[in-house]
């Protein structure tokens, strides 16, 4: 990010429209302001959060308007506070905007209640055109990260709390952030939360269902198979039976007194069995006939509906015609009417045979209203052929019915005979006869009994199969929720890997750069380090072997806590320009904004610093107060002053002219051109 | 070096692939403190590439 302009409304104590303007020059980067202190550096700096973050760190921070600026807009009226910042970034030109109006409520009210606020990003696209970028805040933290905000825009009184004790977390945190870390991090956490939730989904689609389904199937199968095996056991024995019975028939009709009962018997069955066959043809018959028609008794109202809707639009001449379009159309096409009279286009009789179209018919329509009348009365037709043919079947197997029940009267009766009669042996033959027939018949209704539980089996077995499908098909999902749960483990083992491994890279590459610039600014024999639980100490060596911590000064603090940020800031620069692709490292860069930098600093370390200052970043801005800038700070930094700029405070308690405290911002002769 | 092995069937590109597609979403809401969705977006990435 290279900054360009900064333009203040009413901001706090900078009453009206004052601007900055920023060096760009690269050998002389560096943009001075000096002011007493209460003069607005500080409210400089919070220009910069409360544009980015729309957030101040000054005491009365509701107050944002200008004092004067509220006091001369009166009770209910507004004043306008802006700041606008212009500058570059990824090289893109870029205006961010904010603007806060309030109205003053009465006399001594100088916070106002806000009436409307706004942030606006605009930006040259790469065909010159001004547009505006949507989501501007969000657009604005991921430029200038609020997370790194402690180190582009510091505070020299309190930098030094960085190398203090406590520190360590402040250091871990901005060496993650600016060098891409933090993006690890984040991953690894995340992936923790995401191999979680598919660890749920594993619990909630896999079970132990399945085994006890495939038991369960395998039971009823072993049980259809063992009903299938009674019935094959139970017609086996019926087949025995039928072959002692058609013996002991064989042998009532050797037997003279039974042979001609015995052959009426035989002639009746063959009967009844040819009947029963019958009766099986009428019920496929009658099954065939209600297949094919059986919907017609019940399109019967729906039929007669339509057929009545036809004629009543054909009594009322909707359909039909008398006069057909065609012949109207062909009479006209030969100029010449039916009764032989011409008809001479534009004539009054060519017009009165024209008006015959309007009451002429539809071919087409005819044609289609005429076969659906056919159809209906087809299927009108159809009703009453139905109902004769059902009723033909039905009467015939009423009658087979009849015959088979009269024949097997006779069966009975014959029966009856033989048991009456004398002989022994028919006497006891035919009660033989009719155990076996009966245990036939048993067999028989076993077997129909044992298919019904058959029947019942694979009803349930159909069930247990559908339920295995589903199941089996949650268990899919199961498994698959459980290689997407090791995805996430996995991943999560990598970027662990890679974040433990750059960490330390990284912190490595940061302390050699720290103690690099702290060198350059101690003039001791010092060195400064950031040790492996990120703790920012200034060590010295007391022998070849042996270095013991320093203890440190405030001045020695600010300066390693310096050497920090700006190894930090050079780092990223460096990434920025770096070739290598990394997708949590890209690196960037940063202007640093500082605010008293030489504070507490000995004029000797201030000197150094100002010598440092202009390498610590692209655009560097120092806001110093008048002690601060001493010979030797000046010394070091009016060749690298591109832009000066003085806070002129004005301060009623000084100054009986002046009601409310106000500053402006003047620029200054002697920066470098 | 991580314990965990990949899913069975998912081969080193896909795993660079899935890799790179949840960090660049993690640096696409890096400047939210609060970054809404990653959760569900991570687990749609993860969805997409093992199937």
Known sequence: ?673 | MSEAEPPNNIDEATVRRTMRRILQAEEDKLHMDLPRGINDEIQSIIEDEVK
């Not at chain 1, 009428?282 to 028609?293: G, Q, V, Y």
């Not at chain 1, 390693?560 to 190894?567: P, R, Y």
């Not at chain 1, 000797?604 to 008048?626: D, F, H, I, K, N």
């Open chain 1, 1 to 673: 990010m290279e900054l360009d302009r900064l333009h203040l409304r009413n901001f706090r104590q900078f009453y009206g429209e004052q601007s900055i303007e920023f060096s760009q020059q690269q050998d002389a980067n560096v943009t001075v302001i000096h002011g007493a202190n209460g003069s607005g550096k500080t409210t400089i700096l919070n220009s910069f959060l409360w544009l980015f973050y729309g957030d101040i760190t000054l005491p009365k921070s509701g107050q944002i308007a200008s004092e004067r600026a509220m006091a001369e807009a009166g009770s209910g009226g507004t004043v306008t506070v802006e700041v606008h910042l212009s500058f570059v970034h990824d090289g893109i030109d870029y205006t961010a905007r904010r603007t806060k109006t309030v109205r003053r409520s009465e006399s001594g009210d100088f916070t106002g209640t806000e009436v409307e606020s706004d942030l606006q990003l605009e930006f040259i696209d790469e065909s010159g055109n001004r547009k505006v970028r949507g989501n501007a805040s969000d657009a604005l933290r991921q430029i200038m990260p609020e997370r790194l905000r402690e180190i582009f825009f510091f505070d020299g009184e309190t930098i030094d709390e960085l190398s203090a004790i406590g520190g360590q977390e402040k250091i871990q945190t901005a060496i993650q952030n600016i060098m891409g870390l933090t993006i690890l991090e984040r991953g690894k956490r995340h992936l923790d939360v995401v191999r979680k939730r598919f660890e749920d989904q594993v619990s909630q689609h896999g079970s132990d269902e399945l085994s006890d389904l495939y038991e369960e199937r395998n039971e009823l199968e072993e049980r259809k198979s063992s009903l299938a095996e009674e019935i094959a056991d139970t017609r086996d024995s019926k087949e025995k039976t039928e072959e002692e019975l058609e013996e002991v028939e064989r042998r009532l009709s050797e037997l003279e007194d039974s042979r001609e009962l015995q052959e009426e018997r035989e002639r009746l069955n063959e009967e009844i069995s040819d009947l029963n066959d019958r009766i099986e043809t009428i019920n496929r018959e009658l099954a065939d006939r209600i297949s094919e028609a059986g919907y017609v008794p019940f399109a019967a109202p729906a039929v007669e509906q339509t057929a009545k809707m036809l004629r009543d639009k054909r009594d009322k001449g909707e359909l039909s015609s008398d006069i057909k379009a065609q012949l109207v159309d062909d009479l006209l096409e030969m100029e010449e009417c039916i009764c032989g009279r011409e008809l001479v286009p534009g004539s009054e009789s060519y017009q009165n045979v024209s008006e015959w179209r309007e009451s002429a018919g539809s071919s087409e329509l005819e044609e289609a209203a005429t076969a659906i009348a056919s159809r209906l009365t087809e299927i009108a037709d159809e009703e009453s052929a139905i109902y004769e043919d059902m009723t033909e079947l039905l009467q015939d197997r009423s009658s087979v019915v009849d015959q088979i029940q009269h024949k097997e009267e006779r069966l009975s009766e014959i029966s009856g005979k033989l048991e009456d009669l004398d002989t022994e042996d028919v006497n006891r033959l035919e009660q033989r006869r009719k155990e076996l027939a009966n245990q036939v018949s048993e067999y028989d209704q076993d077997v129909g009994r044992v298919k019904g539980r058959i029947d019942d089996v694979e009803s349930d077995l159909e069930a247990v199969k559908a339920e295995i499908d589903e199941v089996e098909e949650q268990n899919k999902k199961a498994d698959l929720a459980r290689r997407r749960a090791q995805m996430a483990e996995y991943l999560r083992d990598r970027i662990d890997e890679l974040f433990e491994k750059y960490q330390d890279e990284v912190r490595k590459s940061v302390n050699d750069r720290v103690n690099d610039i702290f060198q350059d600014i101690i003039a001791k024999d010092y060195y400064a380090e950031i040790d492996e639980d990120y703790s920012l100490r200034i060590l010295k060596d007391v022998s070849s072997e042996e270095t013991i911590p320093v203890a440190k000064s405030t001045g020695e603090r600010q300066v390693a806590s310096l050497s920090f940020i700006a190894s930090l800031v050079s780092l990223a620069r460096e990434r920025y320009y770096s070739d290598e692709e990394s997708i949590y490292f890209s690196g960037g860069i940063y202007p640093m904004i500082m605010d008293s930098p030489f504070g507490s600093l000995d004029p000797q370390y201030q000197q150094r610093v100002s010598g440092v200052l202009p390498e610590m970043a692209e655009q560097v801005v120092v806001l110093v107060t008048q002690s601060q800038w001493t010979p030797e700070v000046a010394g070091e930094m009016d060749d690298i002053a591109g832009e000066r700029y003085n806070l002129q405070y004005y301060d009623p308690s000084e100054d009986p002219g002046v009601e409310y405290e106000y500053t402006e911002i003047e620029p200054l002769q002697g920066g470098v051109q």
